[in-house]
């Protein structure tokens, strides 16, 4: 079945460490977004891109980093430099241009311990 | 400045009544797409309903219709005969085709829906 898949669901980091979470979509979609979601809160965004090797910052870029080297996937580093990085994080994919909806992923929960 | 704003927190609806969530959007681009996505307590997001700024007609969706007034850059959600499994948080998002927006999907704050039985 065509989808986005994120892994891990739940995800433990030691203050200090970097963590990368991973995003793979089979939509054959050229858009691909990363999104933060604090407890009762909205989707921030965080990173997007619209094509390989290509993506820009969103509102809330500082401390963390993508890359973009194949379609298919667009994971997310959440670095030591983000001082608050507890929160649910959303992949989603959605076709270049037009106006179709995005496709989300389940989700990965980060809990710094 | 807020690109999407959802002013509604959380709402109490009775079942099989319908509720109406707030939505008004800011841009200056002629050329966007509004949507309404549902995120139950498991976390997935759900798409429920889909608006261009160029469409004539509000958009609907089975139980979901969108009331579309574009001069006061809103973009309500009715949701009528509420059930039960309605019970989520929903969020309101657009897209904008500006260039220099890049295809970026911006979402509002979300409003929690409570169905009371």
């Known amino acids: 079945d065509g989808g986005i898949t994120q892994s891990p669901k739940y995800l433990f980091r030691k203050e200090g460490q970097n963590v990368t979470l991973s995003c793979e979509q089979n939509?054959?979609?050229?858009?691909m977004y990363w999104y933060r979601q604090d407890p009762g809160q909205g989707l921030r965004l965080i990173y997007y891109s619209q094509i390989v090797n290509d993506f820009q910052k969103g509102d809330i870029a500082e401390g963390y980093s993508v890359s973009r080297e194949k379609k298919e996937s667009f994971p997310l580093t959440v670095t030591s430099a983000q001082k608050n990085p507890t929160a649910f994080y959303l992949c989603?994919?959605?076709?270049?241009?037009?106006?179709?909806?995005?496709?989300f992923g389940q989700g990965t929960r980060l809990t710094v311990v | 400045a807020q690109k999407i704003t959802q002013t509604q927190p959380g709402m109490f609806v009775q079942e099989k009544e319908a509720v109406t969530l707030d939505c008004t959007y800011d841009?200056?681009?002629?050329?966007?797409?509004l949507f309404w996505y549902k995120q139950p307590s498991s976390g997935e997001m759900i798409f429920l309903i889909y608006q261009g700024s160029y469409d004539q007609q509000n958009a609907t969706e089975g139980r979901y219709s969108l009331n579309f007034q574009k001069a006061r850059k809103s973009a309500n959600l009715v949701i009528s005969a509420s059930q039960l499994g309605d019970s989520a948080m929903y969020f309101c998002?657009?897209?904008?085709?500006?260039?220099?927006?890049?295809?970026?999907?911006?979402f509002g704050g979300g409003t929690r829906v409570l169905v009371k039985p």
């Open positions: 998002a657009m897209r904008e085709l500006i260039k220099a927006a890049g295809n970026k999907l911006t």
């Open positions: 841009t200056s681009d002629p050329s966007y797409g």
């Open positions: 989603a994919s959605s076709p270049g241009g037009g106006f179709t909806e995005a496709f």
């Open positions: 939509l054959n979609h050229d858009a």
